[in-house]
């Protein structure tokens, strides 16, 4: 791995260091705990992502480090700032995570130079893990990580080389109440039956960018769902470490059909199933999996129900 120091000098790198500071200063003076509930959804807005949103406001009105400022579930900021730098923050992906003080909830920020940036438009990223320490960095089509403040940057790649499904580790969230979860298992349930290991903790950032330094091989986030109330499930804003920080380790990212993403404009809020894969091979393999999706769950059913009819006779 190549050993890299010299892009803290980069100035990217230290708006994302700022507004790492005034994101870990806000969240230490601000206890956890939801503002609203939706009814049978888990996701809501909390107090932690208000204050937050509030700090970084303030912060980006004062410093002007960006002309524009995208933030999940909040309004967008214009800072009136003579510059192209447009970012995208998620402030805390894993609010109800870090009210529960499990998982690895995460700052996860993406830049762009288009005031209405689609995925393809992101130029470089930054992502810091609240719980482990753990920091990725992204410019000029390389990913950094580093294990703590104390440790160097070191360039990474994602595990291309397992390309079967019996080989490969999957991240695969399925919670958040009863139409997330459905959702879910309708579109991609059956999935976890063929991989060595099925993982989540349910923090999209810290999963894409472990992804990205090979510690898995797939991701899949299958639980967008509209009904009579709306719609719902993982938002873009789940999304930007993956176009931010995994697409220049060698991930590749598409929708549950296999189809390429990153031609869509960037709304923070809107639903939006995809995978990321370490592979071709093990993309393709994913996709037929979850086009056969529904007959694969009836065929592991009805052999789970045979062998528990054998062993009752």
Do not use: W
């Amino acid at each position: 791995m190549e050993t890299v120091n010299e892009i803290t000098d980069e100035k990217l790198y230290l708006i994302s260091e700022s507004i790492r500071q005034v994101v870990i200063e806000t969240l230490s003076g601000c206890d956890s705990g939801r503002l609203s509930i939706h009814k049978g959804d888990m996701k809501g807005h909390h107090l932690a992502d208000q204050k937050v949103y509030e700090s970084i406001k303030r912060f980006a009105m004062d410093k002007k480090v960006a002309s524009v400022i995208f933030i999940e579930g909040e309004e967008t900021i214009y800072t009136g700032a003579d510059s192209n730098l447009v970012l995208l923050i998620d402030p805390v992906d894993g609010s109800v995570n870090r009210d529960l003080k499990v998982g690895d909830p995460a700052l996860s920020i993406a830049f762009s130079e288009k005031r209405s940036p689609k995925f393809e438009d992101i130029i470089g990223g930054y992502v810091y893990c609240l719980h482990s320490g753990n920091e990725y960095f992204s410019i000029k089509g390389k990913s950094y990580f580093r294990e703590s403040k104390d440790a160097e940057f070191v360039q990474i790649f994602c595990d291309s080389k397992v390309d079967k499904l019996e080989d490969a580790i999957l991240y695969f969230n399925d919670g958040y109440g009863k139409e997330m979860s459905k959702s879910a298992f309708l579109k991609a349930g059956a999935l976890p039956y063929f991989v060595k290991h099925r993982n989540a903790f349910d923090n999209s950032a810290a999963e894409i960018c472990q992804m990205a330094r090979g510690a898995a091989h797939i991701r899949v986030e299958a639980r967008s769902y509209e009904n009579h109330n709306g719609s719902g499930g993982s938002d873009h804003a789940n999304i930007l470490s993956a176009f931010a920080i995994a697409k220049p380790a060698g991930i590749k990212i598409t929708d549950l059909s296999g189809e390429n993403i990153s031609g869509l404009k960037i709304e923070m809020d809107k639903p939006q199933d995809f995978i990321c894969a370490t592979s071709r091979e093990i993309l393709q393999q994913v996709v037929a999996i979850i086009s056969e999706n529904r007959s694969l769950l009836n065929s592991i059913i009805s052999v789970t129900t045979l062998q528990k009819n054998n062993k009752k006779a």
